[in-house]
């Protein structure tokens, strides 16, 4: 039998060795590639609180107020952080002066026009008086017409009397006339007075500046003798009643819900203040509060959540002060 040559053996050993190793990487990659045993997942700790930028306003909001025409402020008369209530006037305009006089002489005509009953009544009287002296003119032609054919009355008188008589009706017509349309005219006359008085009255509310709510001046934004060209003058806010505007990322809103109570703390403030979330906004905004850090992030998608807060006189005085506002985000109590 022919011995092999060394080609054949160098090939079965190769066979060898590879058959070797393909059962040991079989082996191996059968305990890698088994499922690990499962472990238990460990659940994320329930969030109690989250915290956003905020900054105080007034629960009014703040009210920018405006002239209703274009016109040079004449007297201010009020000044930053004055109390103020509805329909106060804070403000004069130049043309106020001549409005007064147009209101005082509209209301001077409508006192006028409340005297036309008494014209009647004088010329109801006339009319009385015209009727008696055409009942005696009556009377004389009679008595003439009689002293004529008697003959002693050469006739002239008689046509005398007659043309009193036509005199007398005729006034009188023109009287009675006279009465009708005074008669008429009372209601009218009194209604237009009456229309000129309002119509003085809205032209002269158009000079001066009125606070729309009670509260407090906040800032007063133009000076005496500058042209306000219907923009705002004052801005004013109840700051009886300060609410937290916190910016609440739009991803965490649904979060919150009205009622939970909440903290906002500033350097500013001694103290925190407590509240409770009044309303939670139904609209998505950029944020416009970052602090004083100048590389914080902007154009971040928030929601505005209201937050009444407790009574303080520092933060009444502190409108737009920027802090930290950390929503409690267990349930609100049912009231």
Same mark, same amino acid.
């Given at each position: 039998?022919?011995?092999?040559?060394?080609?054949?053996?160098?090939?079965?050993?190769?066979?060898?060795?590879?058959?070797?190793?393909?059962?040991?990487?079989?082996?191996?990659?059968?305990?890698?590639?088994?499922?690990?045993?499962?472990?238990?997942?460990?659940?994320?700790?329930?969030?109690?609180?989250?915290?956003?930028?905020?900054?105080?306003?007034?629960?009014?909001?703040?009210?920018?107020?405006?002239?209703?025409?274009?016109?040079? #402020?004449?007297?201010?008369?009020?000044?930053?952080?004055?109390?103020?209530?509805?329909?106060?006037?804070?403000?004069?305009?130049?043309?106020?002066?001549?409005?007064?006089?147009?209101?005082?002489?509209?209301?001077?005509?409508?006192?006028?026009?409340?005297?036309?009953?008494?014209?009647?009544?004088?010329?109801?009287?006339?009319?009385?008086? #015209?009727?008696?002296?055409?009942?005696?003119?009556?009377?004389?032609?009679?008595?003439?017409?009689?002293?004529?054919?008697?003959?002693?009355?050469?006739?002239?008188?008689?046509?005398?009397?007659?043309?009193?008589?036509?005199?007398?009706?005729?006034?009188?017509?023109?009287?009675?006339?006279?009465?009708?349309?005074?008669?008429?005219?009372?209601?009218?006359?009194?209604?237009?007075?009456?229309?000129?008085?309002?119509?003085?009255?809205?032209?002269?509310?158009?000079?001066?500046?009125?606070?729309?709510?009670?509260?407090?001046?906040?800032? #007063?934004?133009?000076?005496?003798?500058?042209?306000?060209?219907?923009? @705002?003058?004052?801005?004013?806010?109840?700051?009886?009643?300060?609410?937290?505007?916190?910016?609440?990322?739009?991803?965490?809103?649904?979060?919150?819900?009205?009622?939970?109570?909440?903290?906002?703390?500033?350097?500013?403030?001694?103290?925190?203040?407590?509240?409770?979330?009044?309303?939670?906004?139904?609209?998505?905004?950029?944020?416009?509060?970052?602090?004083?850090?100048?590389?914080?992030?902007?154009?971040?998608?928030?929601?505005?959540?209201?937050?009444?807060?407790?009574?303080?006189?520092?933060?009444?005085?502190?409108?737009?002060?920027?802090?930290?506002?950390?929503?409690?985000?267990? @349930?609100?109590?049912? @009231?």
């Amino acid at each position: 039998m022919p011995m092999p040559d060394n080609t054949q053996i160098r090939i079965a050993a190769l066979a060898f060795a590879m058959a070797g190793f393909w059962a040991l990487w079989a082996t191996g990659c059968g305990e890698s590639l088994a499922e690990p045993a499962p472990t238990q997942a460990t659940s994320a700790p329930e969030r109690t609180s989250l915290v956003s930028l905020a900054r105080l306003e007034p629960s009014s909001r703040v009210v920018n107020v405006a002239a209703a025409s274009n016109d040079v #402020i004449q007297q201010i008369l009020v000044q930053d952080g004055s109390h103020v209530l509805t329909d106060q006037v804070l403000v004069l305009l130049g043309s106020y002066s001549l409005r007064a006089a147009e209101l005082e002489a509209a209301r001077i005509d409508l006192e006028r026009a409340r005297l036309e009953p008494l014209e009647v009544d004088a010329q109801l009287a006339r009319v009385r008086a #015209i009727e008696a002296e055409l009942a005696y003119a009556l009377e004389e032609v009679t008595s003439q017409e009689g002293l004529s054919r008697k003959g002693f009355s050469a006739g002239k008188e008689f046509r005398d009397a007659q043309l009193q008589v036509r005199r007398a009706e005729e006034h009188l017509h023109e009287a009675r006339a006279l009465l009708e349309r005074k008669t008429a005219d009372v209601d009218l006359v009194l209604r237009e007075a009456q229309n000129q008085v309002t119509q003085a009255e809205a032209r002269m509310g158009s000079t001066m500046i009125k606070s729309p709510i009670t509260g407090r001046v906040l800032r #007063i934004l133009r000076k005496q003798g500058e042209r306000v060209d219907m923009n @705002p003058v004052l801005s004013i806010g109840d700051t009886n009643h300060m609410v937290a505007v916190a910016e609440v990322h739009a991803n965490e809103i649904r979060l919150v819900e009205v009622g939970q109570r909440a903290t906002f703390t500033s350097p500013a403030l001694p103290s925190s203040l407590e509240g409770n979330v009044s309303s939670v906004g139904e609209m998505i905004f950029s944020n416009s509060v970052t602090g004083e850090d100048p590389t914080a992030p902007r154009g971040l998608r928030i929601v505005q959540v209201r937050v009444l807060l407790e009574k303080n006189e520092l933060a009444e005085r502190m409108t737009n002060l920027e802090g930290q506002l950390r929503i409690h985000l267990e @349930p609100a109590e049912a @009231p």
